[in-house]
């Protein structure tokens, strides 16, 4: 039986890189680049949206643009920010927020 299966394998390379072992390749090269690329995007996606979600008044965040301020409201696709040292009030939407800091986290650090 493995004589029969070693030989239809061994017809189905072609000279010039036959149909088969092409097929292989190309399915081996989708599946690395799906589990190196692909699915760590994924993950770091939901990460960033439960992220988010968990964001509540007093909470610290950091933007994209590098504004570091405290959450006073929430909107549905906002947030306003009390920036310091002034303490100006601005909107800013969640999607630009890179980086939180919940109230119970600091406690904890000082």
């Known amino acids: ?28 090269m989708v599946g690395v680049f799906y589990f190196l690329v692909i699915m760590p995007q994924q993950r770091r996606q939901k990460k960033w949206q439960a992220m988010l979600e968990s964001i509540k008044t007093g909470d610290r965040v950091t933007t994209t643009g590098g504004l ?23 909107e800013v939407t969640k999607a630009s927020v890179a980086q939180l800091t919940t109230a119970d986290e600091e406690v904890k650090t000082k």
């Open 1 to 28: 039986m493995a004589l029969v299966n070693m030989k239809f394998l061994l017809a189905l390379q072609l000279p010039g890189g036959g149909g088969f072992s092409f097929l292989i390749t190309m399915g081996l």
């Open 68 to 90: 570091r301020g405290t959450v006073v409201a929430l909107k549905d696709d906002s947030i306003h920010l009390r920036v310091p040292p002034d303490n100006l009030r601005l």
